[in-house]
């Protein structure tokens, strides 16, 4: 007699189709980055070519933060009503054009134009707002962790340009720069086109991690800047949502304001080469990466305003102690600074996300969207005065000093944010 026998078919594992979602928005975030890390690259050499004031250029950072962020809440109602893939296409080549017209500019209001309104459409409509949407859609479960990788997107912007930027800057020139950061941007765009999906159900899958029975709400309809007004009316009327709005405010100040833009010039007034300063930003996105992606983590096991109050609470005194650091050259005391600096520097995403999905559940990223508009309005506001700060005392000493008592306060209203309801 003869025994025949079936093999046992060998089950593959496949990787979820949310990694991989996650995976092209990290790559869309990050060419992002890239021209949001160039305005301490090129203060100086705009400065020595056309001989505008500091005060000028800074208008320029100014306008692009303050779009970068009130950009946000509309970009996610729009994102809600046309798709990620489309919003965040249109929005990389709008960067590219902005970033490449640059090279032909001649006067000041160019600068303003180019780098400031077009630059600061294109990434705010895909800044931290995209993230919080790709993890809404995409996950329920390690929500906090994508959020955190997403957000450590730009750190890693950061640290893959600003080096190249700087000794593109120094060598080749300015233009050379902004022309590698226009390739950049639309080397993105067919990759987002190709793998981004907007809901797991045009694939055939669900969210990681959905329970079974679980049941989608679908896409808003009508119209996205009626959405997004109408949700900020609503969340104004709360009162966590000014306590997150005026710390991230302060958050943005105390980072892309003022360290982000004047970090450099500051380091080039005491004597330091500026690749050797971009070099320091980009140490700083390196460890940014990890305490991005730790307060993740942190957000889906320990209550999000405690995190944000001990946050800006450390990074407030740290920053008290810089205007003693800097040194012609690069001293141990100022690299334990940009080690701290860097885990700390975004690090206040996660949680801020966190508690606007708490509080305002299925508007949360909208929500976040104007808190996140908050945090760029600050930013301009801080890039303006540490420029004018330098421009009329001719240092940048009591810029640092105000940032770090302004941190100290977002972290008190961190803490008074009251119990966020699930």
Known sequence: ??????PTPTRTRRIHRAWWVAAVAFVAILGAAGFRATPGVLITPLHDEFGWSRGTISLAVSINLVLYGLTAPFAAALMDRF???RVVSLALLLVAVGSGLTVIMTASWHLLLFWGVFIGLGTGSMALVFAATVTDRWFVRHRGLVTGILTAAGATGQLIFLPVLAWLAEGPG?????LTVAGAALAVVPFVWWLLRDHPEEVGTTAFGTEAGAVRTGPAGGNAAARALTVLRSAARTRPFWFLAGGFAICGMSTN?????????AAHDHGMAEPVAAGLLAI????????????GWLSDKVNPKLLLGVYYGLRGLSLMLLPGLFAATTEPSMLIFIV??????VATVPPTVALCRQIYGQDGAVVFGWVFASHQVGAAVAAVGAGLTRDHLGAYDLAWYAAGALCLLAAGMSLAIRHARR
Not at 257 to 265: K, N, R
Not at 287 to 292: E, L, N, V, Y
Request: no cysteine; glycine share 14%.
């Open 1 to 6: 007699m003869t025994l025949s026998t079936t």
């Open 257 to 265: 304001g003022l360290v982000g833009t004047h970090f450099i010039p």
């Open 340 to 345: 701290f600096y860097g885990l700390d520097w």
């Open 284 to 295: 700083i996105g390196i460890f940014d990466i990890a305490g991005t992606v730790a307060s």
């Open 174 to 178: 300015w233009r050379v720069a902004s």
């Open 83 to 85: 798709g990620m893939r």
